[in-house]
C-alpha cells in the first residue's frame, strides 16, 4: 500500500511531444475538500484508503500540487460533432497530469478534469462544475460495478470557485482514470490537419502499448480497427442490454479501448423507452437510445476514415461489416442471461423483442423488471408482474411463451434461477433522480448522500439493508429528468 508521495509515474504520451500535447498547470480551486473518492479506483494505483484523510489528497487533486514527476499536459484532438467534424478540439477543461503504474505493472492515466483553461478552450472556462463531477464520478463508478467497461473515478473534489452557467456555481474536479485518453478524435485530428508523421507515431503507440497482441498479425493495423470494432460492438450491446443512454456519442466522446467515456446529460432507463433522448439539446434524437447502436457504426466508420493511411479501404470495410452481427450475437447473449436462459434458441431474438414492445407500451420499470424475474420461479414471477402490464393479453400471451421457453433450457431449481439472474439483473440503477438527490445535498454542503450512494451502486447486484430507498422507481418528479448540456 503506497503513500500519494510514492507512485510511480511514466509519462508515455507526453514523450510524444508537443504536437500531441502542450504543458499546462493547473488552476487551483479555492478551498479544495474532498466530496467522495472510490476505494476501488485507489487500489489501481495501490493506493492506501488512509490517504483520503490526508490534507494533501485535495490539495493535490484540487490543483495546489503536483507530484514532482508528474507532467500535466492539455492533449489535441478533433471529432465529429452531432455528425460535423469540428477541426479542432481538445482538452479544453481536462489535463493528464501523468501516467502512473502499478505494482501489477498496469498503467493508468491520471487525468484532472476541471483543472483550468488550456490553449483549446474555445469560449469556455476550463472549469467543471460539482453536479457534472458527481455524476462523471457516479457513473464511471456504477459502469464498473456492472461490468460495463469505463473510464474510472478516483474522487471528485469540491470547492468556493464560482462557475457560471444558467445561474452561479461552484467548480469541482474529477480525477479520471483509464490506460489510455485517446479518442477516435484524435486520429481524425492528424488525418483532416494532414500530418502523415504524427499520425503514424500516434498509430504506433496506440499499437505497441494498447494493442500490442495485434503486432503478431500480418496486418498489424488492421488486427487493431478489428478489436477496436469487435470492442465497441460489445460495448454498446452492454448498454443496450442494461438501458444506458450515453447521450453525447461523439467521435471525441469514443475512446479508443472501447470503454465507456466523457459523462454528459447521461441516463439509466427508469422506465423502457426505446426512443428516449437523454439530452435535451439533441433535438433530432441523433443519439436517442436505440440510434446509439447505429451511431456506435457511424463513428467506427469516421475512424475508418481517419485510418486510411494504414489499411486498405477494402479492409476497413469488411472490418466495419464485423460490427452489427458481432453486437447483435453479444445483445441476445446478455438478455438471454437477464431472462435467465442458459441455452440459445432461434426464436430468442424474437421473444426479447416482444417483451420490449411490451414494456415500452407499459411504461414498465427496465431494471425492476429482470430483478424480480429473478425472485421466484418463472410461473410465480410472471403472474406477479402481471399488474405492471396494460396490455394484459398481450403480455400473458408471451408470459406463456417465456414459461415453455423456460421449461426446455433445463433442470434447475428455483435457488439456482434466482442466483444465476441476480448475478446479472442489478437491483440497484444509477437514476437521475438518485444522483439528483445527492447532488443537491451536496451542493448544500452535504456529502454523506454522494458517499451513500456510490457505496449502494459499488454492489449493485447485491441487495444491501437497508437501502430500499434505492431500489424504487421514480417518484413523478424524478422521471424524465431533462439534464443540462452546460458542465
Ligand atoms: P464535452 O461536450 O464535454 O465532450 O466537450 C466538448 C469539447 O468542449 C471538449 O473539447 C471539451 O474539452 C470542451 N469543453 C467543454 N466544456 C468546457 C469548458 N467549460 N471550458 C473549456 N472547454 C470546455
Ligand atoms: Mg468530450
Redesign the pocket.
Known amino acids: 500500500m503506497k503513500a500519494l508521495d510514492e507512485l510511480n509515474f511514466d509519462n508515455r504520451f507526453a514523450r510524444l511531444g508537443d504536437a500531441f500535447s502542450t504543458h499546462v498547470l493547473p488552476e487551483p480551486l479555492d478551498a479544495p475538500r474532498l466530496v467522495v473518492a472510490s476505494e476501488a479506483a485507489m487500489a489501481l494505483l495501490d493506493l492506501d484508503p488512509a490517504v483520503v484523510e490526508t490534507p494533501v489528497f485535495a490539495e493535490l487533486f484540487g490543483g495546489h500540487k503536483l507530484w514532482a514527476e508528474a507532467e500535466p499536459r492539455a492533449m489535441v484532438y478533433s471529432g465529429h460533432q452531432f455528425g460535423g467534424y469540428t477541426p479542432q478540439?481538445?482538452?479544453?477543461?481536462?489535463l493528464l497530469l501523468g501516467e502512473v503504474y502499478n505494482a501489477a505493472g498496469e498503467h493508468w492515466d491520471l487525468h484532472l478534469k476541471g483543472a483550468g483553461?488550456t490553449p483549446?478552450?474555445?469560449m469556455?472556462?476550463?472549469?467543471?462544475v460539482l453536479r457534472s463531477s458527481i455524476r462523471e464520478f457516479l457513473a464511471s463508478e456504477a459502469l464498473h460495478a456492472l461490468g460495463i467497461p469505463s473510464s474510472r473515478a478516483l474522487c471528485v473534489i469540491g470547492s468556493d470557485t464560482p462557475v457560471w452557467r444558467e445561474k452561479q456555481e461552484r467548480g469541482a474536479m474529477v480525477l479520471r482514470m483509464a490506460h489510455s485518453h485517446i479518442r477516435f478524435g484524435h486520429f481524425e485530428y492528424f488525418y483532416y490537419t494532414k500530418k502523415p508523421e504524427q499520425q503514424a507515431l500516434l498509430a504506433v503507440h496506440v499499437l505497441n502499448l494498447h494493442y500490442p497482441e495485434c503486432r503478431e498479425q500480418p496486418e498489424p493495423y488492421l488486427a487493431m480497427f478489428r478489436e477496436i470494432v469487435e470492442r465497441n460492438a460489445e460495448l454498446i450491446a452492454k448498454w443496450q442490454a442494461y438501458g444506458f443512454c450515453h447521450g453525447?456519442m461523439?467521435t471525441?466522446?469514443m475512446s479508443i479501448l472501447g470503454i465507456t467515456f466523457?459523462f454528459?446529460p447521461f441516463a439509466f432507463l427508469d422506465d423502457f423507452d426505446a426512443h428516449f433522448i437523454c439530452n435535451h439539446s439533441d433535438h433530432e434524437g441523433r443519439y436517442s437510445f436505440s440510434n446509439q447502436v447505429p451511431i456506435g457504426q457511424w463513428n467506427l466508420s469516421a475512424l475508418a476514415q481517419a485510418l486510411t493511411p494504414f489499411i486498405s479501404v477494402d479492409a476497413l470495410k469488411e472490418a466495419l461489416g464485423l460490427y452489427l452481427p458481432l453486437y447483435q450475437a453479444n445483445y441476445l447473449d446478455l438478455m438471454r442471461r437477464r431472462l435467465g436462459l442458459t441455452t440459445a434458441e432461434d426464436d430468442d431474438q424474437h421473444l426479447v423483442e416482444r417483451l420490449l414492445k411490451l414494456m415500452q407500451n407499459s411504461g414498465v420499470d427496465y431494471t425492476l423488471f429482470f430483478r424480480r424475474l429473478g425472485d421466484e420461479s418463472a410461473a410465480l414471477a410472471v403472474a406477479r408482474l402481471r399488474d405492471d402490464f396494460v396490455d394484459l393479453a398481450g403480455f400473458d400471451a408471451w408470459a406463456e411463451q417465456y414459461k415453455a421457453r423456460v421449461a426446455r433450457d433445463g433442470d434447475y431449481s428455483e435457488e439456482q434461477r434466482r442466483a444465476r439472474m441476480h448475478a446479472v439483473n442489478p437491483l440497484y440503477i444509477l437514476r437521475n433522480y438518485l444522483a439528483q438527490n445527492a447532488i443537491a445535498a451536496a451542493e448544500s454542503g452535504d456529502y454523506s448522500e454522494v458517499r451513500r450512494l456510490h457505496e449502494v451502486l459499488s454492489r449493485p447486484f447485491e441487495e444491501q439493508a437497508g437501502m430500499e430507498q434505492y431500489a424504487q422507481r421514480p417518484p413523478d418528479w424524478g422521471k424524465h429528468l431533462e439534464i443540462s448540456c452546460s458542465?
Request: hydrophobic share 20%.
Open positions: 478540439l481538445g482538452d479544453g477543461r481536462g483553461m483549446y478552450s474555445r469556455g472556462d476550463g472549469r467543471a453525447v461523439n471525441d466522446n466523457d454528459g458542465s
